[in-house]
């Protein structure tokens, strides 16, 4: 059961990927123009909502999943933080050609950088969930 668990946590993961591409080309789109708000403000504005919908998709999720321990929480979002990290910076280099240097600058959280806190929220999802809110069901 725990290979299941893995391999649809993958499948999970690919869904947070896609929620989170759509919802930074909202803002970059959207948000930004129409508030006038430059990309670091209208990214710690919108810092909950993406923190929001990453806690109801692990919920959905380790609702429906069995046979799964505390461990396996832990283990998945490690999995989930190296495989977010990984595309952060593969996808962001060599397809959209961003400078390794601008992508190192998101991890700056003294500049008022949000994506580390994302980030955070991805590793300890799991584990928040599973704890906090599966458990009490």
Do not use: C, S
Request: hydrophobic residues 55%; proline residues 3%.
């Amino acid at each position: 059961m725990t290979k299941r668990f893995y391999l649809y946590g993958i499948g999970v993961w690919f869904i947070l990927l896609i929620l989170t591409v759509m919802f930074g080309a909202f803002r970059e789109a959207f948000f930004i123009p129409y508030t006038g708000m430059n990309g670091t403000v209208a990214r710690a504005i919108l810092l909950p909502v993406a923190i929001a919908y990453t806690l109801i998709v692990t919920y959905l999720f380790l609702k429906r999943a069995k046979g799964y321990t505390q461990k396996d929480t832990v283990i998945l979002g490690l999995m989930w933080l190296v495989l977010t990290i990984g595309f952060e910076f593969l996808f962001g280099h060599y397809i959209m050609g961003h400078p390794w240097e601008a992508l190192l600058a998101d991890y700056n959280i003294l500049a008022g950088r949000t994506w580390g806190l994302f980030l955070v929220t991805i590793a300890v999802a799991p584990v928040i969930v599973h704890k906090h809110l599966i458990k009490r069901v």
